[in-house]
């Protein structure tokens, strides 16, 4: 099993930034991407962002330019710095971890964590 915790989360004007953090623990192996993942309120969870264990990124286009993602792999922690906010980015957020970045894009994996709440006004 895998345990993720996320947070960093809250309330944001548009044009705001936030930072996102989440620990990771249980079957977590070294070469894992971490990834963020995001579920707006009646739509299905989508992916956003990943990081490979040796720092490559990869994200959904609606995000590029705006979100970074980076990891610490000594601690097993995935962090999203949120910059230029939308309304549209209004979402709960989760993180993941897998060894299969086509895995990761799909969002449909065994476990997850209670995600953060990110709310983006106008």
């Known amino acids: 099993q895998v345990q993720l915790v996320e947070s960093g989360g809250g309330l944001v004007q548009a044009g705001g930034s936030l930072n996102l953090s989440c620990v990771a623990s249980?079957?977590?192996?070294?070469?894992?991407?971490m990834a963020w993942f995001r579920q707006a309120q009646g739509k299905e969870r989508e992916f956003v962002a990943a990081v490979s264990n040796g720092g490559g990124t990869y994200y959904v286009d609606s995000v590029k330019g705006r979100f970074t993602i980076s990891r610490d792999n000594a601690k097993n922690t995935v962090y999203l710095q949120m910059d230029s906010l939308k309304p549209e980015d209004t979402a709960v957020y989760y993180c993941?971890?897998?060894?299969?970045?086509?895995?990761?894009?799909?969002?449909?994996?065994?476990?997850w964590g209670q995600g953060t709440q990110v709310t983006v006004s106008n």
């Open positions: 993941n971890v897998d060894l299969s970045l086509p895995a990761l894009r799909t969002a449909k994996l065994h476990w």
């Open positions: 249980g079957r977590v192996f070294s070469r894992s991407f």
